[in-house]
């Protein structure tokens, strides 16, 4: 059964910094991994989707990487704003699974 | 291009009462997911359906609870005589044919509150 670990589960950070958010799983055979940001009372909002076959993915100041032998992705936001305060959610398709496996998310807070 | 679309937002049953949640893809989509995010939990897989069809349901309970993807209209989410620990949010996702390598996106989610 696949299961998707997040770490840190919380990090609040100043306005400015660069930072990485880690996402582990521990069954290999997924079809890609996908990073969301889910506002509080709010809906999912797709980040990034990385295929098996790819190794990162870049969109503006976010930068998401694929280890897939070793069951690692990171996400890297650059220059960090108080507007990218959120919930942080990585999940996996495949690895056994019909739907996504997710992750339980690191909520973020940028300090202005 | 409207997104995923789901209604209603917020849904009051009392214990025992029927919730009916529903889902429309995106245009072009052809694949419907539902997720259930319980309160400080992370958010679990129910359902896949295709129209007309469940393909794999092997996350939904085994009582109460119902889905369907009709050749016309809306995907529901159907939970029957629901109890208090029902009380969740409910998220449908969408995604093109070839399911598996597509990227999902996600409606806005019902939040069912169960009194």
Redesign the interface.
Same mark, same amino acid.
């Given at each position: 059964k696949q299961e998707v670990t997040q770490i840190p589960a919380a990090l609040s950070v100043p306005e400015g910094e660069n930072l990485v958010l880690n996402c582990s799983f521990t069954d290999s055979a997924i079809?890609?991994l996908?990073w +969301?940001r889910q506002d509080p @009372?709010?809906?999912?909002? =797709?980040l990034l989707?990385i295929?098996s076959s790819q190794r990162e993915q870049t969109s503006g100041r976010l930068n998401a990487s694929l280890d897939k032998s070793s069951g690692r992705s990171t996400l890297y936001i650059a220059a960090s704003q108080p507007g990218d305060s959120a919930t942080y959610?990585c999940?996996v =398709? /495949?690895g056994g699974? %019909?739907?996504?496996?997710? @992750?339980? @998310?690191t909520h973020l807070i940028i300090q202005p | 291009n409207a997104g995923v679309m789901q209604n209603p937002r917020h849904l009051v049953r009392r214990r025992g009462q029927e919730a009916r949640l529903r889902c429309s893809p995106m245009k072009g989509h052809s694949h419907v997911?539902w997720?259930r995010q319980l309160p400080e939990? /992370?958010?679990? +897989?129910?359902?896949?359906l295709q129209k007309e069809n469940i393909? %794999?349901e =092997? /996350?939904m309970p085994k009582e109460r609870f119902s889905a369907e993807f009709p050749k016309e209209g809306p995907s529901i989410l159907r939970i029957q005589q629901v109890v208090r620990g029902d009380s969740a949010a409910y998220?449908c996702?969408s995604s093109l044919p070839g399911? +598996?390598?597509n990227?999902? +996106?996600? /409606?806005? @989610?019902t939040?069912l509150t169960v009194l």
């Open positions: 079809y890609n996908q +969301f @009372g709010k809906g999912l909002t =797709s989707l295929q959610l999940a =398709s /495949g699974a %019909d739907g996504l496996t997710f @992750g339980k @998310g | 997911y997720y939990e /992370g958010l679990k +897989f129910m359902v896949y393909i %794999d =092997s /996350g998220f996702a399911a +598996f390598r990227e999902q +996106f996600f /409606g806005p @989610g939040r």
